[in-house]
């Protein structure tokens, strides 16, 4: 049988290859620790269930969606940006429902990019990014994340002729997998760069709301101008535990997003009105379960860090999403410790090579296991490494 050349370059998508190795340890039984997706492992609050419930039972949700999604679920969406982030956004023109942040992403790029085209993503970078943009044929252009940058992507290292031939520019954040944060006019600057140079900017707002410390994530839509260029996608998958719903929007430069809708009228009937209700219902508050799963993910983080320290490992505490991004011991490729764990430990962890190029040599630690199996998981490893 043929199948499309496009296939060909398209490496198995990293988590598909983890839970692969991780079912097979698991059958082989050996009791496997992960640290590795970002799956979260608490249940989605029960306010959100018994809503999504009461919406399931009522007839009038179970036909064909709208693509442009409903008007309460935008209006919710709108109230929320406005609330939250002080962002207007036109439920009507400005907003546009999506399966998780993870489809609109790579559609995005189906939406933008033509074959050839240059597509500006970091590296490291969630692996959509660049997927997404191979699978349409578009050139990548990595920027890299230097830790001495803070993970900020340096646009002057782009050449104006590159900037000239880009179409679109990928940020996020907070960051996966480096858990950076916004703490200055980043978001102005690539305003600015995207204006000169006509680049359609994305950004992704996955973890907005899983902040610690005192730490609150701006909107890429709250940058003056904005909107002009760019979109931002939002994810209730992490907030709220709702990694299997399947519910996310974006929001922003109408031209992008009615675009989408095009595209996606031809590939999917929408989202399950069912769920946009309770997308909505959701939006509109209380947010008490998102303040307890901050609360719990950063004791997470003190407890792997605390545990780290006392292996000689110092690493800073993020202040965004829910990850550790750490240097590999010397010796050690990410592929090679992330094996040698697995294989030793019986610990998942991700290699950060999995996120491009410039993720050699770090490892990205999920905070989504209860707390003592992530001390189990460090004392594992930690005598893994003396052995
Ligand atoms: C940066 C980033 N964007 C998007 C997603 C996917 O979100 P969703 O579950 O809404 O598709 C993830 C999930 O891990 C992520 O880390």
Known sequence: ????????????????????????????????????????????????????????ADPSNHRYPSNWGLAEYGEAAAGFYERRFGVDIDPQKEFFPLLGAKEGLAHACWAILDPGDLALVPDPGYPVYSGGSLIVGAEVRYLRLRPEKGFLADLDEVSPEEAERAKVLFIGYPNNPTAAII?????????????????????????????????????????????????EFFSFSKPFNMTGWRLGFAVGNRDILAQLWRLKTNLDSGVFDALQRTGAFILNGPWDSVTEMCDIYRRRRDLLADALTSVGVQVPRPRGTIYMWIPVPAGYTSASFS???????????????GYGPAGEGFIRLSLTTPDERIAEAVDRIEHSLRL
Do not use: C, W
């Open 1 to 56: 049988m043929l199948f499309s050349r496009r296939m060909d370059d398209l490496a198995p998508y990293l988590f598909a290859e983890m839970e692969r190795k991780i079912a097979e340890k698991r059958q082989s039984g050996v009791d496997v620790i992960s640290l590795g997706i970002g799956d979260p492992d608490l249940p989605t609050p029960p306010y959100i269930v018994e809503e999504m419930q009461r919406q399931v």
């Open 183 to 231: 703490e200055d006019d980043f978001f102005e600057r690539v305003v600015a760069f995207a204006k000169k140079y006509d680049v359609a900017v994305i950004h992704d707002n996955a973890y907005s709301e899983l902040t610690y410390d005192g730490y609150v994530a701006p909107s890429f839509l709250a940058a003056p101008g904005a909107k002009d260029v760019g979109v």
């Open 339 to 353: 094996e040698h764990v697995l294989e030793q430990a019986g610990v998942v962890v991700t290699p950060g090579s």
